[in-house]
Nanobody, 125 residues
């Protein structure tokens, strides 16, 4: 099992930036693919971005492509989500998740094995 803790959320004006962090502990997190998901009030959880364990591949939702960047520092067991040009519709609770299949870039939330508690991102218009 791996434990995940997100941080870095907050309130930001539209057009601004935030960087989310997800610190992993427990089993060697560098062996996992790591994803970011988000859930807005009244909506289903949706895929945002994923990065493979070896950092060779990433995949983004169309809604964030070109604005968000996922990265990881395996030496620090941390995954990041740099969010630029934020929009009101990016407002949500953001979750990181670990997939024990290291090369998977799946966007399906049900496939992920461990989840963090979430961090709130609020974008004011």
């Amino acid at each position: 099992q791996v434990q995940l803790v997100e941080s870095g959320g907050g309130l930001v004006q539209a057009g601004g930036s935030l960087r989310l962090s997800c610190a992993a502990s427990g089993r060697t997190s560098s062996r996992y693919a790591m994803g970011w998901f988000r859930q807005a009030p009244g909506k289903e959880r949706e895929f945002v971005a994923v990065i493979s364990a070896s950092v060779v591949a990433t995949h983004y939702a169309d809604s964030v492509k070109g604005r968000f960047t996922i990265s990881r520092d395996n030496a620090k067991n941390t995954v990041y989500l740099q969010m630029n040009s934020l929009k009101f519709e990016d407002t949500a609770v953001y979750y990181c998740a670990a997939n024990f299949a290291p090369l998977s870039l799946t966007t399906r939330a049900t496939v992920y094995d461990s989840w963090g508690q979430g961090t709130q991102v609020t974008v004011s218009s």
